[in-house]
């Protein structure tokens, strides 16, 4: 690694692993460019460097990273300071609960295109659920383990847009008054500037149409 | 963390999860309990220490922690040498072919449980593309990347495990002399000592009453 590496990061306007380097990149002060392409018609190069044709990619120096969670590890890894606690266990068990995120996003997924009331209606249980799951571990705030800022706070932040979009535009409730830590939590993130600057402004725009090329139960609720 | 920690691995006998950690703790000669549970009816307790329900969980003088690659990679690091390379552009590239692992383990339950022929052939012919990717990412060998055995192999140990499996009990090769690097690695992982350990002698029993409940395409294949 060279001692002034370039970043280019790949983006897609509403992929919600693209925000993750991108608020590292933001958070830690990190000189970069940001390239976004179409997921729908990607460039023909864009093959070659993510075999799972997914975003982000970090291109530095010339050389292609796929995958959220390795890029922000190392985006993290590189520069002072860490978005991990310092002890092992502890940041295994931040690990663990970005894979639970992971899985959350999963079913944000699931609940966006869902085809009926019934399989939208799971998918909301599913996701209350997971929101009451998180209330019992988040303890006072106002990030996730504390005064810090961290990588759990940087995964479960795009979360949080998405259930905010979708509270807006079709009026289905995710994260209320009955998971108090939780709403403090997501209201903290979503006016973190990194958090706010971590988008392009079309992002409501976008997320209106990726709704409609769903198809589903959400798309129909669209005013 | 005391300075004389005691490990419990809360395991299911095939699941490929599980094997990561079960690996690292052999690897690095770590003395540990293990408890076989059923997946299928679950104890009491297993939800409350693993909010997805599922396999491995780690319990750390009487703490429990979820997920496999947080518990892998924090059994990595309380201990002498690292499963990574140091660099951390290096070390994150592992990290990416290790959720392409992922993506790879997703496929081989996609073709274990094809409820048709039209879904068999195409988790078929995801996998043989992935396996062509993995060929040209590899080098010299014996492992993913060199000489020294890492995480990166942990990941991919117990999905060849499977392919053998499924050659041997329905004959479809997946890992053939066409990929003849994957080939070699392939035959290396299932040789090292800590992954033929790394599962219970009831291991092939077990994958055969789990194909049989998936009632697919390749339980019909079975003799």
Redesign the interface.
């Known amino acids: 690694?060279s001692s002034n590496p370039t970043f280019k990061l790949i983006s897609f306007s509403i992929c919600p692993y693209v925000q993750r380097p991108r608020i590292v990149l933001l958070e830690k002060h990190i000189e970069h460019e940001i390239e976004y392409i179409d997921l729908q018609h990607p460039p023909v190069w864009f093959h070659e460097i993510s075999?799972?044709e997914k975003v982000p990619v970090l291109v530095?120096n010339g050389?292609a990273?796929?995958?959220s969670?390795?890029?922000s590890?190392?985006l993290d890894?590189?520069t002072p300071g860490s978005l991990y606690p310092e002890?092992?266990?502890r940041?295994?068990?931040h690990?663990?609960w970005i894979?639970?995120g992971n899985?959350m996003l999963g079913q944000h997924f699931a609940l966006a295109s869902a085809k009926d009331e019934k399989e939208f209606k799971k998918a909301r249980g599913t996701l209350a659920e997971?929101l009451d799951?998180l209330e019992d571990v988040l303890g006072a705030g106002p990030y996730f383990a504390g005064k810090a800022f961290g990588m759990v706070d940087v995964v479960y932040a795009p979360l949080f847009r998405f259930t905010r979009e979708l509270q807006r535009l079709i009026g289905v409730e995710l994260v209320t008054d009955e998971t108090p830590k939780v709403a403090a939590w997501a209201a903290q993130l979503l006016e973190r500037p990194a958090v706010v600057a971590a988008v392009p402004a079309s992002f409501s725009e976008d997320y209106v149409a990726f709704l409609r090329r769903l198809g589903g139960v959400a798309s129909q609720r669209l005013a």
């Open positions: 690694m075999p799972l530095v050389e990273l796929f995958e969670m390795p890029i590890e190392y890894e590189i002890d092992p266990f940041k295994a068990q690990r663990a894979e639970f899985d997971r799951t």
